[in-house]
Protein backbone atom coordinates (compact mmCIF):
# COMPACT_ATOMS: atom_id res chain seq x y z
CA UNK A 1 0.00 0.00 0.00
CA UNK A 2 2.05 3.03 -1.28
CA UNK A 3 1.94 5.75 -3.70
CA UNK A 4 -2.13 6.02 -4.15
CA UNK A 5 -3.80 7.21 -6.11
CA UNK A 6 -7.07 8.63 -4.41
CA UNK A 7 -10.34 9.82 -5.67
CA UNK A 8 -12.44 12.12 -3.48
CA UNK A 9 -16.57 12.33 -4.52
CA UNK A 10 -18.13 15.91 -3.48
CA UNK A 11 -17.68 19.34 -2.64
CA UNK A 12 -18.64 20.31 0.36
CA UNK A 13 -16.88 21.33 3.44
CA UNK A 14 -16.36 17.50 4.73
CA UNK A 15 -14.99 17.09 1.51
CA UNK A 16 -12.45 19.84 1.48
CA UNK A 17 -11.27 18.42 5.17
CA UNK A 18 -11.27 14.43 3.96
CA UNK A 19 -8.48 16.41 1.20
CA UNK A 20 -7.13 18.50 3.45
CA UNK A 21 -6.34 15.27 5.80
CA UNK A 22 -5.50 12.49 2.85
CA UNK A 23 -3.26 15.04 1.26
CA UNK A 24 -0.63 14.81 4.39
CA UNK A 25 -0.36 10.55 3.78
CA UNK A 26 3.17 9.32 3.24
CA UNK A 27 0.71 7.02 1.08
CA UNK A 28 -0.78 9.57 -1.41
CA UNK A 29 0.96 9.95 -4.75
CA UNK A 30 -1.99 11.68 -6.30
CA UNK A 31 -5.59 13.20 -5.01
CA UNK A 32 -8.23 14.34 -7.03
CA UNK A 33 -11.61 15.96 -5.79
CA UNK A 34 -14.77 15.80 -8.22
CA UNK A 35 -16.26 18.27 -8.46
CA UNK A 36 -14.46 19.71 -5.40
CA UNK A 37 -14.34 23.38 -4.13
CA UNK A 38 -12.12 27.02 -4.12
CA UNK A 39 -10.69 25.07 -1.24
CA UNK A 40 -9.79 22.02 -3.08
CA UNK A 41 -8.95 23.89 -6.32
CA UNK A 42 -5.35 21.95 -6.61
CA UNK A 43 -7.04 18.42 -7.08
CA UNK A 44 -10.21 19.17 -8.96
CA UNK A 45 -11.87 17.82 -11.55
CA UNK A 46 -14.97 18.69 -13.41
CA UNK A 47 -17.37 16.22 -12.82
CA UNK A 48 -20.51 16.37 -11.04
CA UNK A 49 -21.04 14.01 -8.00
CA UNK A 50 -23.99 12.15 -9.22
CA UNK A 51 -22.61 11.13 -13.16
CA UNK A 52 -21.53 8.12 -11.86
CA UNK A 53 -20.49 6.75 -15.22
CA UNK A 54 -18.26 9.75 -15.77
CA UNK A 55 -16.46 8.73 -12.30
CA UNK A 56 -16.21 5.28 -13.26
CA UNK A 57 -14.53 6.42 -16.93
CA UNK A 58 -12.27 9.04 -14.61
CA UNK A 59 -10.94 6.32 -12.09
CA UNK A 60 -10.26 3.98 -14.81
CA UNK A 61 -8.67 5.92 -17.37
CA UNK A 62 -6.27 7.33 -14.12
CA UNK A 63 -6.12 4.02 -11.99
CA UNK A 64 -7.54 5.49 -9.38
CA UNK A 65 -6.89 3.10 -6.44
CA UNK A 66 -9.08 4.49 -3.64
CA UNK A 67 -12.14 6.43 -3.85
CA UNK A 68 -13.94 8.02 -0.90
CA UNK A 69 -17.63 9.41 -1.65
CA UNK A 70 -18.80 12.14 0.69
CA UNK A 71 -22.36 12.53 -0.06
CA UNK A 72 -25.42 10.63 0.22
CA UNK A 73 -26.97 11.80 -3.56
CA UNK A 74 -24.21 8.94 -5.40
CA UNK A 75 -24.43 6.61 -2.63
CA UNK A 76 -28.09 5.67 -3.03
CA UNK A 77 -27.60 6.04 -6.62
CA UNK A 78 -25.78 3.17 -6.43
CA UNK A 79 -22.01 4.60 -6.78
CA UNK A 80 -20.33 1.92 -4.73
CA UNK A 81 -22.29 -1.21 -6.77
CA UNK A 82 -20.85 0.73 -10.28
CA UNK A 83 -17.39 0.81 -8.55
CA UNK A 84 -17.35 -2.80 -7.86
CA UNK A 85 -18.79 -4.07 -10.62
CA UNK A 86 -15.98 -1.85 -12.42
CA UNK A 87 -13.12 -3.67 -10.44
CA UNK A 88 -12.34 -0.23 -8.68
CA UNK A 89 -11.69 -0.09 -4.81
CA UNK A 90 -14.69 2.46 -3.16
CA UNK A 91 -14.91 3.03 0.37
CA UNK A 92 -18.69 3.63 1.38
CA UNK A 93 -21.78 1.36 1.45
CA UNK A 94 -23.77 -0.24 -1.30
CA UNK A 95 -26.69 1.36 -2.75
CA UNK A 96 -28.82 -1.63 -1.02
CA UNK A 97 -26.73 -0.92 2.30
CA UNK A 98 -27.11 3.04 1.83
CA UNK A 99 -31.37 2.77 1.97
CA UNK A 100 -30.22 3.19 6.39
CA UNK A 101 -30.24 6.83 5.44
CA UNK A 102 -32.23 6.88 1.99
CA UNK A 103 -35.69 5.57 3.58
CA UNK A 104 -36.42 6.89 7.04
CA UNK A 105 -38.93 3.41 7.13
CA UNK A 106 -36.68 0.85 5.86
CA UNK A 107 -33.73 2.32 8.97
CA UNK A 108 -37.14 1.80 11.35
CA UNK A 109 -37.35 -1.59 10.23
CA UNK A 110 -33.89 -2.10 10.56
CA UNK A 111 -33.90 -0.87 14.23
CA UNK A 112 -37.01 -3.35 14.89
CA UNK A 113 -34.85 -6.33 13.68
CA UNK A 114 -31.87 -5.10 15.58
CA UNK A 115 -33.96 -4.52 19.00
CA UNK A 116 -32.04 -1.00 18.87
CA UNK A 117 -33.18 2.06 21.48
CA UNK A 118 -35.37 4.53 19.19
CA UNK A 119 -38.26 6.38 19.50
CA UNK A 120 -41.50 4.97 19.05
CA UNK A 121 -42.89 5.08 15.53
CA UNK A 122 -45.25 4.42 13.11
CA UNK A 123 -45.10 4.49 9.24
CA UNK A 124 -48.12 5.90 7.11
CA UNK A 125 -49.03 6.35 3.62
CA UNK A 126 -52.72 7.87 3.73
CA UNK A 127 -53.18 11.50 5.02
CA UNK A 128 -56.29 11.09 7.16
CA UNK A 129 -54.93 7.74 8.85
CA UNK A 130 -51.80 9.94 10.12
CA UNK A 131 -53.50 12.42 11.36
CA UNK A 132 -55.74 10.29 13.32
CA UNK A 133 -52.79 8.72 14.84
CA UNK A 134 -51.24 12.28 15.88
CA UNK A 135 -54.11 13.19 17.10
CA UNK A 136 -53.81 9.76 19.37
CA UNK A 137 -50.48 10.10 20.51
CA UNK A 138 -50.59 13.77 20.62
CA UNK A 139 -47.47 16.84 20.62
CA UNK A 140 -44.79 17.07 20.97
CA UNK A 141 -44.23 14.77 18.15
CA UNK A 142 -41.85 13.98 15.58
CA UNK A 143 -43.06 14.15 11.24
CA UNK A 144 -40.77 12.62 8.95
CA UNK A 145 -40.98 12.68 5.07
CA UNK A 146 -39.63 9.02 4.39
CA UNK A 147 -37.36 9.65 1.70
CA UNK A 148 -33.92 12.18 1.37
CA UNK A 149 -34.76 15.77 1.83
CA UNK A 150 -31.82 17.39 1.89
CA UNK A 151 -31.92 16.96 6.11
CA UNK A 152 -34.87 19.36 6.07
CA UNK A 153 -37.89 16.62 6.23
CA UNK A 154 -37.96 16.64 9.79
CA UNK A 155 -40.46 18.65 11.63
CA UNK A 156 -40.63 18.51 15.35
CA UNK A 157 -44.41 19.61 16.60
CA UNK A 158 -44.60 21.04 19.86
CA UNK A 159 -48.61 21.18 19.10
CA UNK A 160 -51.08 19.39 18.10
CA UNK A 161 -52.02 22.24 15.22
CA UNK A 162 -47.99 22.71 14.00
CA UNK A 163 -48.32 18.00 13.91
CA UNK A 164 -51.17 18.42 11.74
CA UNK A 165 -50.13 20.97 9.58
CA UNK A 166 -47.08 19.13 9.55
CA UNK A 167 -48.71 15.82 7.79
CA UNK A 168 -50.28 18.37 5.73
CA UNK A 169 -46.93 19.70 4.32
CA UNK A 170 -44.99 16.62 3.52
CA UNK A 171 -48.04 14.37 2.18
CA UNK A 172 -49.35 17.03 0.14
CA UNK A 173 -45.97 16.84 -2.08
CA UNK A 174 -43.97 19.77 -0.27
CA UNK A 175 -40.94 17.37 -0.27
CA UNK A 176 -41.53 15.68 -3.48
CA UNK A 177 -41.65 11.97 -3.43
CA UNK A 178 -39.47 11.86 -0.17
CA UNK A 179 -43.22 12.42 1.32
CA UNK A 180 -45.04 9.72 0.05
CA UNK A 181 -44.82 7.98 2.89
CA UNK A 182 -44.61 9.59 6.59
CA UNK A 183 -43.02 8.60 9.94
CA UNK A 184 -44.45 9.70 12.85
CA UNK A 185 -42.27 9.70 16.12
CA UNK A 186 -42.53 10.37 19.85
CA UNK A 187 -40.39 13.67 20.63
CA UNK A 188 -37.31 12.71 22.69
CA UNK A 189 -35.50 15.00 24.69
CA UNK A 190 -32.14 15.11 25.73
CA UNK A 191 -28.39 16.50 24.38
CA UNK A 192 -27.72 15.13 20.86
CA UNK A 193 -24.60 13.41 19.70
CA UNK A 194 -23.31 12.44 16.08
CA UNK A 195 -21.30 9.79 16.61
CA UNK A 196 -19.50 8.43 12.93
CA UNK A 197 -18.06 4.81 12.90
CA UNK A 198 -15.77 3.29 10.62
CA UNK A 199 -16.83 0.17 9.39
CA UNK A 200 -15.79 -2.94 7.36
CA UNK A 201 -19.21 -4.98 7.05
CA UNK A 202 -18.44 -6.79 10.30
CA UNK A 203 -16.61 -4.94 12.98
CA UNK A 204 -16.45 -1.06 13.78
CA UNK A 205 -14.14 1.52 14.88
CA UNK A 206 -16.05 4.73 16.14
CA UNK A 207 -14.19 8.13 15.66
CA UNK A 208 -14.95 10.65 18.51
CA UNK A 209 -17.49 11.84 19.40
CA UNK A 210 -19.42 15.14 17.90
CA UNK A 211 -22.31 17.98 18.40
CA UNK A 212 -23.64 19.57 15.84
CA UNK A 213 -25.88 22.69 15.63
CA UNK A 214 -28.64 22.09 13.73
CA UNK A 215 -31.05 25.11 14.07
CA UNK A 216 -30.29 28.31 12.15
CA UNK A 217 -30.03 30.69 14.50
CA UNK A 218 -28.59 31.15 17.84
CA UNK A 219 -30.11 29.48 21.39
CA UNK A 220 -30.84 27.18 18.50
CA UNK A 221 -33.71 28.84 16.84
CA UNK A 222 -35.17 28.88 13.71
CA UNK A 223 -35.09 26.38 10.98
CA UNK A 224 -33.29 23.35 10.55
CA UNK A 225 -29.98 23.43 8.89
CA UNK A 226 -27.64 20.54 7.62
CA UNK A 227 -25.62 22.11 10.52
CA UNK A 228 -23.91 25.35 11.08
CA UNK A 229 -21.06 24.76 13.54
CA UNK A 230 -19.51 21.20 15.76
CA UNK A 231 -17.21 20.55 18.34
CA UNK A 232 -15.42 17.80 19.51
CA UNK A 233 -15.74 15.62 22.19
CA UNK A 234 -19.08 16.88 24.30
CA UNK A 235 -18.38 16.80 27.84
CA UNK A 236 -22.10 14.77 27.92
CA UNK A 237 -20.22 11.85 26.31
CA UNK A 238 -18.31 9.22 28.56
CA UNK A 239 -16.57 5.42 27.65
CA UNK A 240 -20.00 3.97 29.16
CA UNK A 241 -21.73 5.65 26.68
CA UNK A 242 -19.68 4.78 24.10
CA UNK A 243 -19.33 1.10 25.14
CA UNK A 244 -22.94 0.89 25.46
CA UNK A 245 -23.69 2.67 21.93
CA UNK A 246 -21.09 0.23 19.89
CA UNK A 247 -22.70 -2.88 22.05
CA UNK A 248 -26.56 -2.17 21.61
CA UNK A 249 -26.56 -0.27 18.35
CA UNK A 250 -23.74 -0.51 16.12
CA UNK A 251 -23.08 -3.98 15.98
CA UNK A 252 -26.66 -5.26 16.04
CA UNK A 253 -26.73 -3.44 13.13
CA UNK A 254 -23.99 -4.47 11.23
CA UNK A 255 -24.95 -8.35 12.14
CA UNK A 256 -28.47 -7.84 10.54
CA UNK A 257 -27.28 -5.92 7.62
CA UNK A 258 -24.85 -9.08 7.05
CA UNK A 259 -27.86 -11.48 7.83
CA UNK A 260 -29.69 -9.48 5.04
CA UNK A 261 -27.09 -9.75 2.82
CA UNK A 262 -26.37 -5.91 2.71
CA UNK A 263 -23.43 -5.71 4.51
CA UNK A 264 -22.10 -2.22 5.88
CA UNK A 265 -18.92 -0.66 4.65
CA UNK A 266 -18.69 2.69 5.02
CA UNK A 267 -18.94 5.25 7.80
CA UNK A 268 -22.29 4.20 10.05
CA UNK A 269 -23.07 7.79 11.30
CA UNK A 270 -25.59 7.59 14.26
CA UNK A 271 -27.59 10.88 14.99
CA UNK A 272 -27.79 9.89 18.93
CA UNK A 273 -30.23 11.85 21.51
CA UNK A 274 -28.87 10.97 24.90
CA UNK A 275 -32.28 10.59 27.19
CA UNK A 276 -32.94 10.07 30.57
CA UNK A 277 -33.11 6.59 29.82
CA UNK A 278 -29.83 6.23 28.08
CA UNK A 279 -28.46 6.86 24.10
CA UNK A 280 -31.36 6.02 21.44
CA UNK A 281 -30.72 6.47 17.85
CA UNK A 282 -32.68 9.29 16.18
CA UNK A 283 -31.45 8.41 12.70
CA UNK A 284 -28.78 6.84 10.67
CA UNK A 285 -26.56 8.26 8.07
CA UNK A 286 -24.16 6.28 5.61
CA UNK A 287 -21.87 8.64 5.42
CA UNK A 288 -19.29 11.31 7.06
CA UNK A 289 -21.24 13.95 8.31
CA UNK A 290 -20.81 17.68 7.38
CA UNK A 291 -20.02 19.94 9.38
CA UNK A 292 -18.65 16.75 11.60
CA UNK A 293 -15.77 15.55 9.54
CA UNK A 294 -14.52 19.18 9.99
CA UNK A 295 -13.37 18.53 13.95
CA UNK A 296 -13.07 14.56 13.23
CA UNK A 297 -10.31 15.07 10.68
CA UNK A 298 -8.60 17.91 12.69
CA UNK A 299 -8.29 15.65 15.62
CA UNK A 300 -7.41 12.59 14.11
CA UNK A 301 -3.45 11.94 14.87
CA UNK A 302 -2.90 8.92 12.30
CA UNK A 303 -2.53 8.79 8.83
CA UNK A 304 -6.34 8.29 7.72
CA UNK A 305 -5.67 6.57 4.13
CA UNK A 306 -4.58 2.85 5.77
CA UNK A 307 -7.46 3.20 7.79
CA UNK A 308 -10.07 3.91 5.02
CA UNK A 309 -8.02 1.06 3.41
CA UNK A 310 -8.48 -1.26 5.77
CA UNK A 311 -12.35 -1.07 5.90
CA UNK A 312 -12.19 -1.49 2.32
CA UNK A 313 -10.39 -5.49 2.95
CA UNK A 314 -12.06 -6.08 6.12
CA UNK A 315 -9.68 -5.52 8.50
CA UNK A 316 -11.06 -2.57 10.38
CA UNK A 317 -9.97 -4.45 13.66
CA UNK A 318 -6.46 -4.50 13.01
CA UNK A 319 -5.94 -0.74 12.80
CA UNK A 320 -6.56 1.43 15.64
CA UNK A 321 -6.77 5.55 14.89
CA UNK A 322 -5.66 7.57 17.51
CA UNK A 323 -6.53 11.01 18.66
CA UNK A 324 -5.49 14.28 19.63
CA UNK A 325 -6.61 15.60 23.33
CA UNK A 326 -6.99 18.83 21.91
CA UNK A 327 -10.91 20.26 21.43
CA UNK A 328 -11.66 21.10 18.02
CA UNK A 329 -14.28 23.52 16.78
CA UNK A 330 -15.53 24.21 13.50
CA UNK A 331 -18.04 27.52 13.01
CA UNK A 332 -19.73 27.41 9.29
CA UNK A 333 -20.28 30.71 7.53
CA UNK A 334 -23.56 30.41 5.34
CA UNK A 335 -25.38 32.35 2.39
CA UNK A 336 -27.47 35.19 3.66
CA UNK A 337 -31.04 33.48 3.78
CA UNK A 338 -29.79 30.46 4.04
CA UNK A 339 -31.38 27.79 4.74
CA UNK A 340 -34.29 29.62 2.58
CA UNK A 341 -33.44 30.83 -0.90
CA UNK A 342 -30.08 32.41 -0.40
CA UNK A 343 -27.77 34.87 -2.84
CA UNK A 344 -24.89 33.55 -4.35
CA UNK A 345 -21.79 35.04 -6.13
CA UNK A 346 -20.54 36.99 -3.27
CA UNK A 347 -17.11 37.81 -3.11
CA UNK A 348 -15.16 36.96 -0.07
CA UNK A 349 -11.76 37.64 1.36
CA UNK A 350 -9.83 35.36 3.70
CA UNK A 351 -7.46 36.58 6.34
CA UNK A 352 -3.68 34.67 5.78
CA UNK A 353 -3.79 31.99 8.70
CA UNK A 354 -0.22 31.76 10.33
CA UNK A 355 -1.59 29.60 13.26
CA UNK A 356 -0.98 25.29 12.24
CA UNK A 357 -3.94 25.08 14.90
CA UNK A 358 -6.76 26.56 12.24
CA UNK A 359 -7.82 25.67 9.01
CA UNK A 360 -10.42 27.48 6.84
CA UNK A 361 -12.59 24.90 4.96
CA UNK A 362 -14.44 26.04 2.22
CA UNK A 363 -17.75 24.11 1.20
CA UNK A 364 -19.78 26.40 -1.22
CA UNK A 365 -17.00 28.41 -3.23
CA UNK A 366 -15.34 29.22 -6.23
CA UNK A 367 -12.75 31.26 -7.67
CA UNK A 368 -14.07 33.75 -10.76
CA UNK A 369 -11.01 35.71 -12.28
CA UNK A 370 -8.89 35.47 -9.19
CA UNK A 371 -11.88 35.97 -6.79
CA UNK A 372 -12.71 33.87 -4.32
CA UNK A 373 -16.78 33.66 -4.50
CA UNK A 374 -19.70 32.17 -2.20
CA UNK A 375 -21.62 29.40 -4.84
CA UNK A 376 -23.75 27.35 -1.97
CA UNK A 377 -25.79 27.76 1.34
CA UNK A 378 -22.73 26.45 3.60
CA UNK A 379 -19.91 28.40 2.89
CA UNK A 380 -16.76 28.28 5.22
CA UNK A 381 -16.25 26.17 8.19
CA UNK A 382 -13.92 27.57 10.64
CA UNK A 383 -11.96 24.72 12.04
CA UNK A 384 -9.92 25.70 14.94
CA UNK A 385 -7.90 23.46 17.95
CA UNK A 386 -7.23 24.22 21.56
CA UNK A 387 -6.19 22.63 24.95
CA UNK A 388 -9.91 23.69 25.61
CA UNK A 389 -12.90 24.21 24.30
CA UNK A 390 -12.98 27.73 25.34
CA UNK A 391 -9.52 28.69 23.72
CA UNK A 392 -10.76 26.57 20.87
CA UNK A 393 -14.01 28.89 20.60
CA UNK A 394 -11.73 32.40 21.02
CA UNK A 395 -9.79 31.19 18.17
CA UNK A 396 -12.20 30.23 15.76
CA UNK A 397 -14.31 33.23 16.66
CA UNK A 398 -11.09 35.43 16.24
CA UNK A 399 -10.33 33.84 12.72
CA UNK A 400 -14.44 34.40 11.67
CA UNK A 401 -13.88 38.44 13.08
CA UNK A 402 -11.27 38.89 10.29
CA UNK A 403 -13.40 37.17 7.37
CA UNK A 404 -14.73 39.82 4.84
CA UNK A 405 -18.29 38.28 3.84
CA UNK A 406 -20.56 40.43 3.59
CA UNK A 407 -24.02 39.28 4.88
CA UNK A 408 -22.48 35.87 5.51
CA UNK A 409 -24.52 34.61 8.62
CA UNK A 410 -23.03 32.44 11.46
CA UNK A 411 -23.62 31.46 15.19
CA UNK A 412 -22.00 33.06 17.73
CA UNK A 413 -22.84 30.04 20.59
CA UNK A 414 -20.75 26.75 18.67
CA UNK A 415 -20.41 24.74 21.98
CA UNK A 416 -21.62 26.92 24.36
CA UNK A 417 -23.43 23.81 25.36
CA UNK A 418 -20.09 22.06 26.46
CA UNK A 419 -18.68 25.10 28.43
P1 LIG B 1 -33.17 13.62 11.64
O1 LIG B 1 -32.98 14.10 10.22
O2 LIG B 1 -34.01 12.42 11.78
O3 LIG B 1 -31.89 13.58 12.42
O4 LIG B 1 -33.91 14.84 12.35
C1 LIG B 1 -33.43 16.16 12.33
C2 LIG B 1 -33.47 16.75 13.71
O5 LIG B 1 -34.78 16.69 14.24
C3 LIG B 1 -32.63 15.97 14.70
O6 LIG B 1 -31.29 16.36 14.65
C4 LIG B 1 -33.29 16.32 16.01
O7 LIG B 1 -32.88 17.59 16.45
C5 LIG B 1 -34.73 16.39 15.62
N1 LIG B 1 -35.39 15.11 15.90
C6 LIG B 1 -35.52 14.06 15.05
N2 LIG B 1 -36.18 13.03 15.63
C7 LIG B 1 -36.50 13.44 16.87
C8 LIG B 1 -37.18 12.83 17.99
N3 LIG B 1 -37.72 11.62 17.89
N4 LIG B 1 -37.30 13.55 19.12
C9 LIG B 1 -36.79 14.80 19.21
N5 LIG B 1 -36.13 15.43 18.22
C10 LIG B 1 -35.98 14.76 17.06
N1 LIG C 1 -24.39 17.48 10.08
C1 LIG C 1 -25.33 16.48 9.85
C2 LIG C 1 -25.16 15.73 8.61
O1 LIG C 1 -24.10 15.65 8.02
O2 LIG C 1 -26.11 15.15 8.15
Same mark, same amino acid.
Given at each position: ????????????????????????????????????????????????????????????????????????????????????????????????????????????????????????????????????????????????????????????????????????????????????????????????????????????????????????????????????????????????????????????????????????????????????????????????????????????????? @?????????? !????? &? +?? /???? #? $??????? @?????????? !????? &? +?? /???? #? $?????????????????????????????????????????????????????????????
Amino acid at each position: MENLRVLIVGNGGREHALAWKLAQSPELERLFVAPGNAGTHVWNVDIPAQDISALVEFALKETIDLTIVGPEDPLSLGIVDAFQKAGLRIFGPSQAAAQLEGSKSFAKSIMESAKIPTAKWAMFEDQEQAKDYVRTIGAPCVLKADGLAAGKGVIVAMDLDTALQAVDEIMDGGFGTAGKKLVVEEFLEGQEVSLLCLCDGMAARPMVPVQDHKRALEGDLGLNTGGMGTYSPPPVWTPEISTEVMRDIVFPTLRVMSERGTPFQGVLFLGLMLTDQGAKLLEYNVRFGDPETQVVMKRLKSDLL @PILWACTEGR !ISEVK &P +EW /KEEV #A $VCVVMAS @PGYPLAYAKG !IPIHL &P +EL /KDQD #A $VIFHAGTGIQEGQLLSTGGRVLGITVEGKTLQLAREKAYSIVDQIDFPGGHYRRDIGVKGL
